[in-house]
C-alpha cells in the first residue's frame, strides 16, 4: 500500500483535480498534505476523505523538511512524493505499488526527453529501468521509496538537493535505483520555488553544503544526518 506525500502552497489546481482521483485508488492508503499556505487552501469538497491527513506549521517549512515530516510513522510500506505542479498517468501508482521493496533503493520518473512545450516524448508503455548513469533531470517530481529506506534530509537543507540526498543515500547504501521511463505527464515546473526567485536565494548556499557535508560522509558510508 502507498502513502502520497505532497508538500503545497497551492499553486497549481490541476494538481488538485487529479488528487481527487488518486484518493479512489485502492492501493492508496494514505494521502498526506503538508500545507505550507494555509490562508489560500481551497477547502476542496473531497478533503474530508478519511486517507487524508493534513499537516501545518501555519507557515512554510520549505519542502525538504515537508518531505520528513511527510515520512513519518506512515502505515503503507511504501511512500510517493509527488510535487504538486505535475499531473501523469496514474497507472504508475498501481506499478509502483506491486514493484517497490525495502531491498533496492528508490523509483524515480525522469524527464529527459521533453518537447518545448514540457510533454514528453513518449509511447505511454511505462518501465521502471535501473539506473546505470542515465539522465535523472527530473527525478524529484515524482518519486517512491520503501518507508524502511528513508533518511531524513539533513535539515539545513531547506530547498535543494532534497531529491540529490535520496537518490545518493540509496546508491551509497548499495540500494539499487530505478527511473520511470515512458510515463505520460505535464510537469508545468517550480510553480512554488520558482516565484520570486525562491530557489536561487537558497541555491548557493545549499549547494555547498551538500558538496562539502553532505556528499563526504555519504562517500564514507556515515548515514547518521
Known amino acids: 500500500m502507498i502513502r502520497v506525500i505532497v508538500p503545497t502552497m497551492w499553486k497549481y489546481m490541476p494538481f488538485w483535480d487529479m488528487a481527487r482521483y488518486i484518493l479512489k485508488m485502492d492501493v492508496v492508503e ?13 477547502k476542496l469538497d473531497y478533503f ?43 497507472k504508475v501508482l498501481y506499478l509502483a505499488n506491486e514493484f517497490v521493496t525495502k531491498d533496492m533503493g528508490g523509483l524515480f520518473m ?3 526527453l521533453i ?36 533518511i531524513d534530509i539533513p535539515e539545513e537543507l531547506l530547498i535543494c538537493y532534497g531529491d540529490n540526498f535520496v537518490f545518493d543515500q540509496c546508491e551509497y547504501r548499495n540500494l539499487q535505483n530505478y527511473m520511470i521511463d515512458n510515463l505520460f ?18 541555491y548557493p548556499r545549499e549547494r555547498q553544503y551538500y558538496e562539502t557535508k553532505v556528499l563526504p560522509k555519504l562517500m564514507n558510508r556515515d548515514f547518521n544526518f
Request: one cysteine or more.
Open 185 to 202: 505527464h505535464y510537469h508545468a515546473g517550480a510553480q512554488t520555488s520558482g516565484i520570486n526567485g525562491i530557489s536561487a536565494k537558497f
Open 30 to 42: 494514505e494521502f498526506i498534505i503538508i500545507d505550507n499556505d494555509p490562508k489560500n487552501n481551497p
Open 115 to 150: 518537447k518545448d512545450d514540457k510533454v514528453p516524448v513518449t509511447t505511454g508503455n511505462i518501465e521502471f529501468t535501473p539506473y546505470t548513469g542515465q539522465s535523472t533531470y527530473g527525478y524529484g517530481v515524482l518519486f517512491f521509496i520503501h518507508k524502511d529506506n528513508w
Open 110 to 112: 525522469t524527464e529527459h
Open 48 to 90: 474530508t476523505d478519511p486517507k487524508i491527513k493534513f499537516i501545518s506549521f501555519n507557515e512554510n517549512i520549505f519542502v525538504n523538511p515537508a518531505w520528513n515530516c511527510g515520512a513519518w510513522n506512515s502505515k503503507a510500506e511504501v511512500l510517493c512524493y509527488i510535487c504538486d505542479d505535475v499531473i501523469f498517468d496514474l
